[in-house]
């Protein structure tokens, strides 16, 4: 299974391509993830993204390319969820040219569709674990009492300003990727309210049962 979830900040990409590499064996290729693990390391690269990942501005399309070029060749013909990519129409025409040209297209895309209400609560109350890379929210989804509170990340994009920056560039430069998407693959808008559980298993319905796809 070759799958994208797509939608803006805090729709709970990450949360869920975590859970549904888990369960299916899939590969989760994160970019926002990729880009701070290299800001952690404070390699070339991390140096050079540091800046437009805490203003909550989008990295050129050509260094998150060759990134992405470099983890789907790594993985070879291993199923993958691709998260926060591709998110500009430019992105999305070279992901469907190299995957063409690998001879292995997407199965489907999944649009989580949450009010913008929400996405902003879920951001500033969003947690993350650097030593186990689980995301939390404090009030939705709040850390188990044994890991430690000063362990856990406040992520710099998730401070107001940085938040509302990130929702203007979702629509200004995500948004339009949704017609790309429709065009060239199976896309399925899927309700990413409610609780965890319910969201992960509309995604797998959506995906197995309109579909009849198999492997997840
Ligand atoms: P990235 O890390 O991809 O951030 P994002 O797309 O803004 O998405 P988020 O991680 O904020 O949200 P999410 O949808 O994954 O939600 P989550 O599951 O965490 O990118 C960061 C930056 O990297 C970008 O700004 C850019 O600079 C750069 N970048 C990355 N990719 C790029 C690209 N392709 N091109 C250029 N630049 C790129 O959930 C959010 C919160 O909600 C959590 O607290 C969670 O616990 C909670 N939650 C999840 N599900 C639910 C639920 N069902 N109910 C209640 N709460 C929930």
């Not at 549904?20 to 994160?30: D, F, I, M, Q």
């Not at 070279?94 to 609560?121: F, G, K, M, R």
């Not at 929210?137 to 850390?143: I, K, Q, R, S």
């Given at each position: 299974?070759?799958l994208?979830?797509?939608?803006?900040?805090?729709?709970g990409?990450g949360?869920?391509a975590k859970?549904?590499a888990?369960a299916?064996?899939l590969?989760?290729?994160?970019?926002?993830?990729?880009?701070?693990?290299a800001?952690?390391?404070?390699?070339p690269?991390g140096?050079q993204v540091?800046?437009?990942?805490?203003?909550?501005?989008?990295?050129?399309?050509?260094v998150?390319n060759?990134?992405v070029?470099?983890r789907l060749?790594?993985?070879?013909?291993?199923?993958f969820v691709?998260?926060?990519?591709?998110?500009?129409?430019?992105?999305?025409?070279?992901?469907?040219?190299y995957l063409?040209q690998a001879d292995?297209?997407?199965?489907?895309?999944v649009?989580?569709?949450?009010?913008?209400?929400?996405?902003?609560q879920?951001?500033s109350?969003r947690r993350?674990?650097?030593?186990?890379?689980?995301?939390?929210?404090?009030d939705?989804?709040?850390p188990p009492?044994?890991v430690?509170?000063?362990?856990?990340?406040h992520?710099?994009d998730d401070?107001?300003?940085?938040i509302r920056h990130r929702?203007g560039?979702?629509h200004g430069?995500?948004?339009?990727?949704e017609?790309?998407l429709r065009?060239?693959?199976?896309?399925?808008?899927?309700?990413?309210?409610?609780?965890?559980?319910q969201?992960?298993?509309?995604?797998?319905?959506?995906?197995?049962?309109?579909r009849g796809?198999?492997?997840?």
């Amino acid at each position: 299974m070759r799958l994208a979830l797509f939608g803006p900040p805090g729709a709970g990409k990450g949360t869920q391509a975590k859970r549904l590499a888990r369960a299916h064996g899939l590969t989760h290729l994160s970019t926002g993830d990729l880009f701070r693990a290299a800001i952690r390391d404070q390699t070339p690269l991390g140096r050079q993204v540091e800046d437009l990942l805490q203003a909550g501005s989008l990295v050129p399309d050509d260094v998150t390319n060759d990134i992405v070029a470099d983890r789907l060749a790594a993985l070879g013909h291993g199923g993958f969820v691709l998260d926060g990519f591709p998110r500009t129409v430019a992105q999305a025409e070279w992901l469907l040219a190299y995957l063409a040209q690998a001879d292995a297209p997407l199965d489907a895309v999944v649009s989580l569709q949450v009010p913008e209400e929400d996405l902003v609560q879920r951001l500033s109350r969003r947690r993350t674990d650097p030593e186990t890379d689980a995301i939390y929210h404090l009030d939705f989804n709040p850390p188990p009492g044994d890991v430690p509170a000063d362990r856990l990340v406040h992520r710099p994009d998730d401070q107001p300003d940085a938040i509302r920056h990130r929702l203007g560039v979702y629509h200004g430069e995500t948004a339009p990727v949704e017609a790309t998407l429709r065009a060239h693959t199976r896309y399925f808008e899927v309700d990413g309210t409610g609780s965890l559980d319910q969201v992960q298993e509309r995604i797998e319905q959506a995906v197995a049962t309109e579909r009849g796809l198999t492997g997840i």
